[in-house]
């Protein structure tokens, strides 16, 4: 099993629409989350990050669900711009090992 | 302020031939990694240092992988001899303190063609 899991997508949403996507973690020692955006051919870069107590930044909603291991991203209002990959990240702050990445939700939005 | 970066941004090189990938990290930022992403695989981690010093490098495929990390500002990733299938794209990114939770911010990446 991966460490850290997440439907590929496609999501195919139309421009105005409400969005959510999962991730799974199987490492119960995991202390931080993050949602990381990737945009074709560029670097990862940082979108939020995700807290116990859920945050909120404009349109994006992310929570975490320690019972259950997984954190979700919220999108509302999508637009056109938002158009990318997810990429959710786990970091174990014990032990060597530094973030993992999943593999990412493609999200398209259309006109 | 500069953000992460990579040379050479692209690179097509013959099989067997080495390869010497460079990263200059964010000042004052003290941990480094090195990633490569491919659409089978995906993000993987493939060695972080810490003050300069190798922290975990058991993601680094084989012996044809060497990273060193000489000074705060400069990283190398080789590969030598270089297969086709460590075509890919590598980023390096870096962060301050990162135990704490901090962020890492990526270089825009190294795209690597074996042939």
């Known amino acids: 099993r991966k460490e850290v899991e997440q439907d590929p997508g496609p999501f195919n949403v139309p421009e105005g629409a409400t969005v959510a996507f999962n991730c799974t973690y199987s490492?119960?020692?995991?202390?931080?989350f993050f949602w990381y955006r990737q945009d074709c051919r560029k670097e990862p870069k940082l979108l939020m990050s995700?807290?116990?107590s859920g945050n909120e930044d404009g349109r994006f909603t992310a929570q975490l669900n320690r019972a259950s291991q997984y954190i979700s991203l919220l999108i509302r209002d999508s637009k056109l711009s938002d158009s990318a990959t997810y990429l959710c990240?786990?970091?174990?702050?014990?032990?060597?090992?530094?973030?993992?990445f999943g593999s990412g939700t493609r999200l398209q939005v259309q006109p | 302020d500069a953000g992460v970066i990579q040379s050479p941004r692209h690179e097509v090189t013959e099989m067997g031939q080495e390869v010497t990938l460079r990263c200059k990290p964010i000042?004052?930022?003290?941990?480094l990694f090195w990633y490569r992403q491919t659409m089978m695989r995906g993000l993987e981690l493939l060695i972080y240092?810490?003050?300069?010093?190798?922290i975990d490098d058991s993601g680094m495929p084989e012996d044809r992988f060497s990273a060193k990390m000489p000074n705060a500002s400069f990283s190398t990733l080789k590969i030598q001899p270089s297969e086709p299938r460590d075509s890919a794209v590598y980023f390096c990114?870096?962060?301050?303190?990162w135990g704490s939770g901090n962020t890492i911010y990526f270089g825009e990446g190294s795209w690597l063609t074996v042939v």
């Open positions: 990114a870096s962060s301050f303190d």
């Open positions: 490492n119960s020692a995991s202390q931080s």
């Open positions: 995700v807290y116990s």
């Open positions: 990240v786990v970091n174990r702050d014990t032990g060597r090992r530094a973030l993992t």
């Open positions: 000042s004052g930022h003290n941990s």
């Open positions: 240092f810490n003050n300069n010093v190798p």
